[in-house]
Structures are given as C-alpha cells and as structure tokens.
C-alpha cells in the first residue's frame, strides 16, 4: 500500500482495520515482558479475583498499541504527530479486538498538511473499549 497523501485523502475515508485474535494469556504475558509492564492484575487469576475481576485481563497500552497499528500500517510513523486514546473499557480474555480508523478531518497545523483519524477498538459483541485520534501530517 502506497503512502496516502493530503491531496488523495477525504473526509470519510476508512482506514483499513485490524482485526485480532482473541486475547490470551500468553499474549498478556508476552507484553508484560516486552514492555515491563508486570503488575500482577493482567498476569496472575488470583490476584485479579482479589480485586474483584473474573480474570486477568489485557493492559491498556497494550490496547493502545493496537489501535495506533491502524494509522503506523496507512501512514509511516513518521508522520504521527499526534496520538491519544480514552480507555473506555476493559478487554478481557478471549475478546476478539477489532481496530479501525476514520478520517474526520483534514486540516493545516503548524505549517503541515494534516488528517484527524478518529479511532476505536471494539469486540467481538461491539462493546468500545478504546476511543481516541490522531492527527498525521501528509505529503
């Protein structure tokens, strides 16, 4: 896919989702290890029952790292000039995520040409869990 650019981009568009397995634990401990993010609530059941969830369950950045998959696979890294995320619920074992994008405008920041992409993550059962933007500066 070529890089998008602000003359070829409308309001509107979709970017292409990303549509995930569902969680597992491996998956939660892999990220614990890669982003030393080891509190116990997302890796071990009964310290999560402690706290009064059914079982571990997904870390936010984690979730966040998903969502900003979808712009980093439309547009380089690069040209993120912005990315922020409202946790909006959360992901439990065996929720099957699916990441998606929308530009909703397009628009001059600081002497760069711009789109701001809405973005949410949901489950298998429509349930947000992540909602934030973007913006990404376009050739």
């Known amino acids: 896919m070529s890089t998008p650019t602000f003359d070829t981009v409308q309001v509107g568009d979709e970017l292409p989702a990303l549509q995930l ?3 597992d634990r491996t998956t939660l401990a892999l990220f614990a290890g890669a982003s030393g993010d080891h509190n116990a609530i997302h890796i071990d059941t009964d310290v999560a029952r402690r706290s009064g969830m059914p079982d571990v369950f997904a ?3 984690l979730g966040m790292a ?3 998959r979808v712009v980093t696979r439309w547009a380089p890294q690069s040209r ?3 990315f922020d995320a409202r946790f909006q619920g959360i992901t439990h074992l ?3 995520m699916r990441c998606s994008g929308r530009v909703v405008e397009k628009l001059e920041v ?3 040409r711009c789109v ?3 973005l949410h993550s949901s489950n298998q059962y429509g349930q947000i869990k992540i909602a934030g ?3 990404v500066a376009l050739p």
Do not use: H, K, T
């Open 21 to 23: 397995a569902p969680v």
């Open 59 to 61: 870390q936010g950045m």
């Open 66 to 68: 998903w969502v900003g």
């Open 80 to 82: 993120l000039r912005r």
């Open 94 to 96: 065996g929720n099957a």
């Open 110 to 112: 600081g002497g760069e």
């Open 116 to 118: 701001r992409i809405e």
């Open 133 to 135: 933007e973007a913006l």
